[in-house]
């Protein structure tokens, strides 16, 4: 799905991030709300030769995987006007040709919506056919190459924590046990590697 068919006929859009948008969008926005998208479940499964890590190195940062039983919670954004192309024009870098990412437009449930309503959200989401794409792992995998991972946005480990924290803040009814297991093992590594010095 390209950015100009997305945009056809539309006066305003809602973008779903569900890893770094949801602490760090980086695009202009009429309004954001906390919520969720169904039949997906977030995975720590893609890698990040870019933001997160290199191509020797490469982080990993979150995509989702198919599964009809699954919540996934994150944060959509609403643009409008110019802040609609502006922002789709950015994000078709950063995730798009940076991070291989594809688009799909889904339901989106935000927390407030007494009404049970949705509205269709852009979703960014990586496949197993990307080059890029990492697969299953255990959290104490996944945990250890995030510890020692970087890029040119910043640690991976800051991706995973930042994550953690809008988790515990914005949503605390909701038990992610795939984050917060990475979380433990990525700490965990982090205080021996602390200890060690």
Known sequence: MKPQDIIA???SLWIFGYGSLVWKPDFKYKR???GHIRGYKRRF???DNFHRGNDQSPGRVVTLIEDEDATTWGVAFEVS???LEDSLKYLTVRETVRGG???KMLDFFPDDGEDGSSVQALVYIATA???LYLGPATPEE???QIAVCRGKTGHNLEYLLRLAEFMRSSCPQVEDHHLFAIETAALTVVSYLLAAQ
């Open 45 to 47: 499964w893609h890698g």
């Open 32 to 34: 954001s709300e906390v």
């Open 9 to 11: 006929g539309k006066s």
């Open 101 to 103: 990412y594809i688009t």
């Open 81 to 83: 006007g110019s802040q």
């Open 129 to 131: 056919d990307n080059p």
């Open 142 to 144: 996944i945990g250890a």
